[in-house]
């Protein structure tokens, strides 16, 4: 088998500051995570920025550059740079840091879905900032927006543009189509690093069958074209990359994707999360990817070809 790949989301724009106080916000604590998430084991880096003043979302690529050139000195690890953004940001604001920082990898959401995640604003008892609160409960009114024109034109931009390559995310099996049909008319390239997602509202549920079916499904459509991940939301996270592993998958941990690291127990770092899936797929005999070998596996362009 394969040696795993471990991702780790470290902020993203999903979860607000009032739900962990061990959420990274300025970009001091974005970098002094993610190095010490690569540290733990990461080869790759999944990075959101925030305002470091009320840990909103921002797409504003000066701050990316507070932080990205401060992690690349420290650590060998793959940045992959969010062009989802956050809620309500247009294409050109989620573009705008990427097409700066040109690098090795972005994420790239394959399809347009309802994303809700006002149900965990329910569980929060006391707000830190204003924004907060509605940010998360307007989600029963949102579409993420990813069309086939959206998609294309970020292809073109960054991946023809800069050599950039994508982790292709997945929260429906329609989605695993949809990047098929890109792979047809030739507007991406395998091998194909495709991140299926479990638990997100809007998306296919958190169900062993359905990682099944998304792996039979992707198996039957890319072959060997592809590179195969899973992560999973909140309490799944865990259980699901295990199976991930076990299945010769690759895994993404991370506080963008669970705030927690057992049951009723907070996360107190992305790192925690790292050293954990680590620990369980080397007891399960697995062997955990460099960042070289990662790259060789998903054909980056290398971390001196970046611009930060």
């Given at each position: 088998?394969?040696?795993?790949?471990?991702?780790?989301?470290v902020?993203?724009?999903i979860?607000?500051?009032?739900?962990?106080?061990?959420?990274p916000?300025?970009?001091?604590?974005?970098?002094?995570?993610?190095?010490?998430?690569?540290?733990?084991?990461?080869?790759?880096?999944h990075?959101?920025?925030?305002?470091?003043?009320?840990?909103?979302?921002?797409?504003?690529?000066?701050?990316?550059?507070?932080?990205?050139?401060v992690?690349?000195?420290?650590?060998?690890?793959?940045?992959?740079?969010?062009?989802?953004?956050g809620?309500?940001?247009s294409?050109?604001?989620?573009?705008?840091?990427?097409?700066q920082a040109?690098?090795?990898m972005?994420?790239?959401?394959?399809g347009?879905?309802?994303?809700?995640?006002?149900?965990s604003?329910?569980?929060?008892?006391?707000w830190?900032?204003?924004w907060?609160?509605?940010?998360?409960?307007?989600?029963?009114?949102?579409?993420?927006?990813?069309?086939?024109?959206d998609?294309?034109?970020?292809v073109?931009?960054?991946?023809?543009?800069?050599?950039?390559?994508?982790?292709f995310?997945?929260?429906?099996?329609?989605?695993l189509?949809?990047l098929a049909?890109?792979?047809?008319?030739?507007?991406?390239?395998p091998?194909?690093?495709?991140?299926t997602i479990?638990?997100?509202?809007g998306?296919?549920?958190?169900?062993p069958?359905?990682?099944?079916f998304?792996?039979e499904?992707?198996?039957?459509?890319?072959?060997?074209?592809?590179?195969?991940?899973?992560?999973?939301?909140?309490?799944?996270?865990?259980?699901?990359?295990?199976m991930?592993?076990?299945?010769?998958?690759?895994v993404?941990?991370?506080?963008?994707?669970?705030?927690?690291?057992?049951?009723g127990?907070?996360?107190?770092s992305?790192?925690?999360?790292?050293a954990?899936?680590?620990?369980?797929?080397?007891?399960?005999s697995?062997?955990?990817?460099?960042?070289a070998?990662?790259?060789?596996?998903?054909?980056l362009?290398?971390?001196?070809?970046?611009?930060?």
């Amino acid at each position: 088998m394969a040696k795993v790949i471990i991702s780790c989301a470290v902020t993203g724009a999903i979860h607000t500051p009032s739900m962990s106080d061990h959420l990274p916000i300025t970009p001091q604590e974005i970098a002094e995570q993610s190095i010490a998430a690569a540290e733990a084991g990461a080869a790759i880096l999944h990075l959101h920025a925030r305002d470091p003043n009320d840990g909103r979302p921002t797409p504003d690529p000066a701050v990316f550059m507070q932080f990205l050139p401060v992690i690349k000195q420290s650590t060998d690890a793959v940045i992959n740079i969010t062009t989802g953004g956050g809620l309500g940001m247009s294409l050109d604001e989620r573009l705008a840091a990427p097409l700066q920082a040109s690098p090795e990898m972005c994420s790239l959401n394959m399809g347009s879905m309802n994303f809700n995640i006002a149900p965990s604003a329910a569980r929060v008892k006391k707000w830190k900032y204003e924004w907060e609160k509605p940010y998360l409960e307007n989600t029963t009114n949102y579409i993420f927006r990813n069309t086939f024109q959206d998609i294309e034109q970020v292809v073109e931009r960054l991946g023809k543009g800069h050599g950039t390559r994508f982790e292709f995310e997945c929260y429906d099996v329609g989605h695993l189509y949809n990047l098929a049909h890109m792979l047809d008319r030739k507007i991406v390239e395998p091998p194909l690093f495709t991140q299926t997602i479990f638990g997100i509202l809007g998306g296919i549920g958190a169900e062993p069958r359905n990682l099944m079916f998304m792996k039979e499904t992707a198996d039957r459509l890319f072959g060997k074209d592809y590179v195969w991940s899973v992560l999973a939301a909140g309490r799944n996270q865990m259980p699901f990359t295990t199976m991930a592993g076990m299945l010769g998958g690759n895994v993404r941990v991370g506080l963008e994707d669970s705030l927690w690291i057992g049951k009723g127990q907070p996360a107190k770092s992305n790192a925690e999360q790292v050293a954990k899936i680590r620990r369980i797929l080397e007891e399960l005999s697995l062997e955990i990817a460099t960042p070289a070998e990662a790259r060789e596996m998903l054909a980056l362009k290398g971390g001196d070809r970046v611009k930060f």
